[in-house]
């Protein structure tokens, strides 16, 4: 009972934070202005963004696949996909305090896999694709720095960079601090989910293709943005999506909004406006966006439909997985790269 009284308010809090952003957002734009983008999008390069999203999906389940496969844990493409898109449902339009990679957890243990593959496929999923994120944005800093002339947009978006940069290098070498502050147990689990994300970038067989599909991915989700941004005829470039789509991602990456709404609002509009793109078209851009990605969702909430699984699915036991202690999903991490 007090989990779900804590579920609830967590909920609660990231729905009113979603709302404040749009809100404090929405006060200072031409609101007429910004129906008519919406209402007056390109049809074709709507279609086009929606086509690349649910291309994605692809890309996601193939990274997903080559981890899984790392781990030991033979995934069916088709299997791995089905999972993705009902996890997508409960993430994009059916959002609650059970998260979608929660989701996945529970049904890859409905299919046999153990908690420990379980949690330990769903996180470094997640750290590979924010990897990825970070590479795209050290990348493209040098562009940002010769195209945008404020300075406080570099540093915070550099800052934000560095940060990301710092916590991925201290994460993955977190083995070689003293061995008396590896065995604490506030961060064994770490250094043990360090060595599981290191293995997998740098000595799985596949690991070319997994950190290239890291920033495929990354770089379909700009290409979506570039097309929408010209379909509500923001004249934006190729290489300003490019180089401004990262941040964005990064940003609503952060679990403090219901699947991302607001965060991604006042991102886009930020970072979109660094390239002179008005406020009101770069909020639609992220409205829309918003719309491809419930699209898709609602695609996997078919699936779910017609899922085996759902007769027997409950959200509490959805809820445990995501609450499992990362001590027990990775307590083995340790012995994936040791076989290696």
């Known amino acids: 009972m007090q989990a779900r009284f804590k579920q609830a308010v967590l909920f609660s809090v990231k729905l009113l934070l979603s709302i404040a952003v749009l809100v404090y957002i929405a006060r200072g734009l031409d609101l007429h ?3 008519t983008h919406l209402l007056s999008v390109d049809p074709f390069l709507f279609g086009l963004a929606l086509a690349l999203i649910f291309f994605q999906t ?4 193939g990274r997903w696949e080559l981890i899984m496969r790392a781990l030991g844990v033979s995934l069916d493409w088709l299997a791995g996909w089905r999972i993705l898109m009902i996890s997508l449902w409960f993430n994009q339009v059916l959002p609650s305090s059970v998260g979608g990679d929660a989701v996945r957890m529970w049904l890859l243990r409905q299919r046999g896999v153990q908690w420990p593959e379980a949690v330990k496929g769903v996180a470094a999923d997640r750290f590979t694709a924010l990897i990825g994120l970070i590479v795209l944005m050290v990348a493209g800093l040098p562009f940002l720095m010769s195209r945008v002339s404020n300075e406080a947009a570099i540093l915070a978006i550099g800052g934000l960079t560095l940060a990301g940069v710092a916590g991925t290098v201290v994460l993955l070498t977190l083995d070689r601090l003293p061995k008396r502050l590896i065995a604490l147990p506030a961060i064994a689990s770490f250094v043990r989910f360090g060595t599981l994300v290191r293995f ?3 000595r799985s067989e596949h690991r070319g293709l997994l950190f290239g599909s890291a920033l495929f991915i990354h770089l379909v989700t700009a290409a979506a943005c570039y097309a929408l941004a010209r379909g509500v005829g923001a004249q934006l470039s190729v290489v300003d999506a490019a180089i401004l789509i990262p941040p964005v991602v990064l940003l609503t990456a952060v679990p403090i909004s219901i699947s991302g709404w607001g965060v991604r609002e006042g991102a886009m509009v930020a970072c979109l406006g660094l390239a002179g793109v008005p406020s009101e078209e770069a909020l639609s851009v992220s409205l829309l966006l918003g719309a491809v990605s419930v699209i898709v969702g609602l695609a996997g909430g078919v699936i779910w439909l017609a899922s085996p699984e759902r007769g027997s699915y409950s959200a509490d036991k959805a809820a445990q997985a995501a ?12 012995e994936v790269s040791s076989r290696t």
């Open 33 to 35: 202005r910004l129906r």
């Open 58 to 61: 692809f890309a996601l389940n």
């Open 200 to 202: 997998l970038l740098l």
């Open 323 to 334: 609450e499992e202690p990362l001590d027990y999903g990775l307590a083995k991490a340790g």
